[in-house]
């Protein structure tokens, strides 16, 4: 079992923000429905058993969810869907009860750094963690890069969720054109794009919307999967999305 602190402790997870519609308000539109039964890692919040998914996270050890601070905001969300491709029911996957939810320590809910959470399971799942790729310089995730986002949100701005899980390919910004674009804005509300921060911008107008928020943001490496953010929040108006990324 990975410990939880040690996750905290690790280089830097960081955010990954969707295309601005409005604060903490994100969606996969556009993109395509995902390939059923390849990326049983993703995980989704849910009041009980069956009900739909509220949000997003990935798994990183058997018994930890990592996802971001959107994703607990409501105390009644006592489940997690595993390796489930729909937005409800109990088709397929695995439903595990949540035991403990740790925040990390820095998170600002101002700025938004230090935007995730590990939600530690009751029960281990069967299910093979993702694992986390930390190192910023690998061209993996070099500006222009391109990164897939995975959720069940809306599919148009106050549109209806996804009723199974899609994926939209981003193009990876650098944080200095990220904040560029912010800045472009003339709006001093928007959260500086930070260091725990990685942005991506939807390609052919695509990307994230509403309730996209916790869901992974991937690469490809040496033709594994891995992850490098999760959706947390984005800016009205703004260009390119803001995402969270591991940090210590």
Known sequence: MVQIASVFALAALTAVQATPNSANMIQVFGGKEAEIG??????????????????????????????????????????????????????????????KIVQHPKFNDDTMVYDFVVLELANATTVTPIEILFDENDPAVAPGAVATARGWGTTSVLGPHSDVLKDVDLKIWSNKDCQAAFDNLHNPSLTPADVTMICADGIKGEGTCDDDEGGPLTVSKDGKEMLVGLTSWNAKDSIAPCLTKPAC
């Not at 009980?48 to 959107?70: F, K, R």
């Not at 729909?86 to 949540?98: N, Q």
């Open 38 to 99: 390849k990326h049983l890692y993703v995980t989704g919040r849910r009041e009980d058993e069956t009900d739909q998914n509220y949000c997003g996270g990935a798994v990183i050890s058997p018994t930890a969810i990592l996802t971001t601070s959107y994703c607990i905001e409501d105390d009644n969300i006592n489940y997690v869907s595993i390796g489930s491709h729909y937005l409800s029911g109990a088709k397929d996957g695995e439903r595990i009860a949540v035991k």
